[in-house]
């Protein structure tokens, strides 16, 4: 059964700051992997997708990488602003289009 | 292009009772899957429907039903509410199925349950 942990749980950093949150999964035989935003209340806004044949994956100041071999991906972001205040999380794919999720990082950048 | 769409938005009901959710995907998708959310669990899968055929199924009790329209619209039901059904639904919708997704999915607001 596939299982992915993100750490951390929840992370709190000023504004500007570069930060990188972190993804690892059990299954390496994954289709792709995704990031996701989620703001309170609010439904999954799709970040970045890398997939399997790829490393990694650029939107703005958003890069994210993927190690199948080691089962690990991270979300660097760069120069972190307060409206990237939300929760993040990822999701693999292994199993045709049914996602496995990752509990989440609730990011807080303050100003 | 109008996004993924979820009614009701929010609702209210009593346990025992039946609950109807609908969602509405991207024009010209295909495949809808449903989500539970819930603090304690996550985000979890409950099926997947495509073009009108269950795809998948998550490790949910049969009180939790769907279907498909024939214009890709899906509805999700659950018969017999308890109280740890309260939760965020969420549908996500994309082009393609199965093991050929090579594309992202695209997830609506949600509909947040409450059970009393």
């Known amino acids: 059964k596939q299982e992915v942990t993100q750490i951390p749980a929840a992370l709190s950093v000023p504004e500007g700051e570069n930060l990188v949150l972190n993804c690892s999964f059990t299954?390496?035989?994954?289709?792709?992997l995704q990031w996701f935003r989620q703001d309170p209340g609010k439904g999954l806004t799709s970040l970045l997708l890398?997939?399997?044949?790829?490393r990694e994956q650029t939107s703005g100041r958003l890069n994210a990488s993927l190690d199948k071999s080691s089962g690990r991906s991270t979300l660097y972001i760069a120069a972190s602003q307060p409206g990237d205040s939300a929760t993040y999380l990822c999701?693999?794919?292994?199993?045709?289009?049914?996602?496995?999720f990752g509990e989440g990082t609730q990011l807080t950048v303050n100003p | 292009k109008a996004g993924v769409t979820q009614t009701p938005r929010y609702l209210i009901k009593t346990r025992g009772q039946q609950v109807t959710l609908s969602c509405s995907p991207i024009s010209g998708h295909r495949s809808v899957s449903w989500y539970q959310q819930t603090p304690g669990q996550g985000l979890q899968f409950l099926f997947e429907y495509f073009s009108e055929t269950q795809r998948n199924k998550g490790n949910f009790p049969g009180r939790f039903s769907g279907r498909q329209f024939s214009n890709s619209r899906s509805e999700m039901n659950v018969s017999t509410l308890e109280l740890g059904d309260s939760a965020l639904y969420l549908c996500?919708?994309?082009?393609?199925?199965?093991?050929?997704?090579?594309?992202?999915?695209?997830f609506g607001p949600g509909t947040r349950l409450l059970v009393l």
């Open positions: 299954d390496s035989a994954i289709y792709n």
């Open positions: 890398i997939q399997s044949s790829q």
């Open positions: 999701a693999e794919s292994s199993s045709g289009s049914r996602l496995t």
């Open positions: 996500a919708s994309s082009r393609t199925s199965g093991s050929s997704l090579r594309e992202t999915q695209y």
